[in-house]
């Protein structure tokens, strides 16, 4: 009975869909807001690096996961929200590693799961329902 539940494809389809689709929502926020962009930028500076690297968010955050959402190049596309995933916690939420939420949750649930999500994708790849598989 369970067997009728083994499918990959649909599996990393949905995986695909999910990871994409809400990184999605968080590039396509800014690029409505380019104040965020500035805002990214002013913090790599307290780096000492240059603030045009906030663009790199664009990247991570609508091109990766379009590319992820259509299966074309997924496991790039899930590298580079992972990486997106790490670079925003390094630039914003190293404080937060050792907090719980209101809810008694992992503060930084959101962001984890966004990274391991990103992760497996690399791993697992596009499977058969994609632009091009692989």
Request: hydrophobic share 55%.
């Amino acid at each position: 009975m369970l067997k009728a539940l083994h499918n990959d494809a649909l599996g990393k389809l949905i995986l695909r869909l999910a990871v994409g689709g809400l990184m999605l929502f968080h590039g396509v926020a800014k690029l409505l807001n380019p104040g965020s962009l500035d805002w990214i930028g002013g913090l790599l500076q307290g780096y000492g690096l240059p603030s045009f690297l906030a663009y790199g968010v664009l990247v991570g955050e609508v091109l990766a996961p379009v590319m992820a959402i259509v299966g074309w190049q997924t496991r790039i596309a899930g590298l580079l929200m992972a990486g997106n995933m790490l670079v925003a916690f390094l630039l914003v939420h190293t404080g937060e590693v050792f907090m719980l939420n209101d809810n008694g949750g992992w503060q930084l649930e959101l962001q984890g799961m966004f990274f391991l999500s990103a992760l497996a994708l690399v791993f697992l790849g596009s499977g058969r329902m994609a632009v091009r598989p692989n």
